[in-house]
């Protein structure tokens, strides 16, 4: 596809998979530059066979660029993303400074693609790397019936945090095998080898950590369902890749189980697993991939319209870097960007 590109933040986690996941499809921009902080520049990073330096984010670094892919720090976002706008570009954040902002979509391109006509802010957010899987899976059962609650319990492994979560995890992990003190955690609020962790997030003022706020708020704008009832519990589980989600969901009828499956067998981006041939979902198969797995599709046997279910997908790829690529993909497909 012939846009130009920048990756903002191409050396941390989610950006460094970006570069990948731009590879793996087939993106042969007719230029891309890398950019990160201060602290980054001198480094080089490798590109469809070709060395690029990495370049000092700064307003300069705008100019001719048609999609800017970004992965920064929120805060990092605010100021630039507007910046990279009056350019001329086109963003797609992963940050979640735009996410609950009415004038940016945030899409899953096999949920909502369409949103990607209303960016008035020349901004498309790229959801939470919990809410995108879960809206992969419910949008299939919700066209069976419409979705009246949904419960969900995650279990969200260290590369959450980024590139500082695997570090702090890895020098956790090696003492914790080895029987030595594990050191004091860096990145992780507590000690995450050996232990789970369910307040590894700011708590906001409702009692509910930033995250499961961000669960519930999103999976409503994506679903277009602001009406929605969402209940989310959030915990850090010792995973280097990929989230796992508990989900119940309650539907306006009642759902059978071989229903449920049919639906979500042909769904996009969606594998089911099948239990009965002693298949379930682990991250551990879901890592390093780009679809989100679904199984264990049960009744609940407290509650005829609601079936429980289990969902896990890679939280870099899936639940950040390929999906913003997709979103790319899809705006140069829609016409919204133009090759040139
Ligand atoms: N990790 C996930 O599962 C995940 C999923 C969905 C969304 N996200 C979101 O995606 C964003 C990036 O996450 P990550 O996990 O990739 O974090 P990360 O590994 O910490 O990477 C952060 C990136 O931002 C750059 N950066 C930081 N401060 C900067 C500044 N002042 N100017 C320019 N560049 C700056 C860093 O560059 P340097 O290396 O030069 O510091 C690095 O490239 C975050 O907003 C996060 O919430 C993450």
Not at 100 to 110: G, K, S
Request: proline residues 7%.
């Amino acid at each position: 596809m012939d846009v130009s590109l920048a990756v903002v933040g191409a050396t941390g986690a989610v950006g460094e998979l970006i570069r990948r996941v731009l590879e793996e499809q087939g993106f042969t921009p007719s230029t891309i530059k890398f950019l990160a902080s201060a602290k980054s520049v001198g480094k080089t990073v490798t590109f469809r066979g070709k060395e690029y330096p990495v370049e000092l984010l700064r307003p300069e670094a705008f100019d001719g660029v048609q999609i800017v892919l970004s992965s920064t720090p929120a805060g990092v976002s605010k100021e630039y993303a507007p910046i990279a706008v009056r350019a001329g570009a086109i963003v797609v954040d992963n940050s979640s400074a735009w996410r609950m902002d009415p004038d940016c979509p945030l899409v899953v391109p096999e949920v909502n693609p369409e949103e990607l006509h209303h960016a008035r802010k020349g901004i498309v957010a790229n959801p939470n790397c919990v809410a995108i899987p879960l809206a992969v899976a419910l949008k299939p059962l919700a066209d069976l019936s419409p979705l009246r609650r949904i419960v969900v319990a995650t279990y969200q492994s260290s590369s959450g945090k980024g590139a500082t979560g695997l570090i702090d995890f890895a020098a956790q992990l090696t003492a914790y095998a080895a029987g030595t003190p594990v050191p004091k955690p860096t990145a992780h609020r507590a000690q995450l080898a050996g232990n789970v962790i369910t307040l590894d997030w700011t708590l906001d003022d409702n009692g509910y950590t930033e995250e499961e706020n961000k669960v519930v708020h999103e999976t409503r704008k994506i679903l277009g369902r602001p009406d929605l009832g969402v209940s989310a519990t959030c915990v850090r589980v010792p995973v280097k890749v990929a989230h796992c989600e508990a989900v119940n969901v309650e539907f306006a009828r009642p759902i059978g189980v071989e229903e449920a499956k049919a639906a979500l067998a042909k769904a996009p981006g969606v594998v089911l697993m099948d239990e009965t041939k002693g298949e379930f979902p682990q991250p551990i198969h879901a890592a390093g991939t780009d679809h989100t797995y679904v199984g264990r599709v049960r009744l609940d046997p407290s509650n005829p319209n609601a079936l429980n279910l289990w969902i896990v997908a890679d939280n870099l790829r899936k639940g950040a870097a390929t999906n913003a690529v997709q979103c790319a993909a899809e705006l140069v497909r829609r016409g919204i960007v133009k090759p040139r």
